[in-house]
């Protein structure tokens, strides 16, 4: 199969990138260069511009016919960003997003397999959510992704478009090969930051969020590996039509996750658990946006999917620390 990858050159792109690649499919990265460095594109299939072009999305479909899917990734993501750049976000993410599924579906190309958020799932008291769940995003980051979903809902209903919609948790960690990783130069993710602080580019790692309703008051979150995150992608691409069926709607919704808690002390715990050592910490207040958080019923992914995580927590983060180390040889920068 052909896939479009918007925002292929990304961090969570270009690994998903390779890893249809890995399965005997041909990625076409359409980015903007934004945020993902050109050295992840590598020598794929590119086009560099922004996915609200017309143009340019009558040239990719005109030069790649065979197109089959588009996963459409490309997205501002830093929640605190997000709150003092609301304009930003709600243009990038939402009306560039709209023209490229108006112009997609006009041009015959109607499959999105679309990246959404946990973050945007109400607070419940066991912290376990199934994607029936009630939503309330709190960030302007994850009231983007919610706008998107409802998008999708409503062209999907109304024409050709079809869309499985995934609700990422918490990937970390980088490709097998370590060929790409994490690459924002200055670190917001939790695992990126406990990573850097322990390879020693950081003095402390702020802890931040200390009184949330939780078992010991730090945020819970669901830490998949992103390479069984980029084999999901993988899975709903192969068996799109397949879901779409099961489920007897044109649109749909699979939670992306491990299935298990894990708060950001025990985190801290296992990264120090990996690592042999202490990691320094100091502890602040919640960032502006900040959920206390959720962790994934994943039996939605087995059923329709046939896809569950395969790799540890450990593994993830020992995938992390090895990108921590390398990646000054590929970006430049620690």
Known sequence: MKVLV???????????????????????VLDSLLTGPRAY????????????????????????PDLDATVHMAARIVVPESVALPYEYYRDNVAKSL?????????????ILFSSTASLYALTPQFEVTEEDPVDPTSPYARTKRMMEQVLEDLAKATDLRAIILRYFNPIGADPDLTTGYHLRDATHV???????????????TLTGTDHPTRDGTGIRDYIHVWD????????????????????????????????????RELLAAVERVVGKPVPVVEAPARPGDAAGAYANADKALQLLGWRTELSLDEAISSALAWGEKRKDVLGYA
């Open 99 to 111: 023209e490229m599924f108006d112009e997609l579906t006009a041009l015959g190309k109607s499959r």
């Open 41 to 64: 594109v590598g020598d794929r299939i590119f086009y560099e511009g922004d996915i609200a072009d017309r143009a340019l999305l009558r040239r990719i479909v005109a030069e790649h």
């Open 6 to 28: 918007t925002g292929g050159a990304g961090y969570l792109g270009s690994i998903t990138a390779r890893a249809l690649e890995q399965a005997g499919h041909t990625p076409v």
């Open 191 to 205: 695992v990126p930051l406990m990573a850097q602080t322990a390879l020693g580019f950081r003095e402390s790692f």
């Open 229 to 264: 995150l980029a084999r999901a992608h993988v899975r709903a691409i192969e068996e799109f039509d397949a879901v779409l069926e099961k489920v007897a709607a044109p649109y749909t919704y699979i939670n992306l996750g491990s299935g298990d808690g894990v708060t950001v």
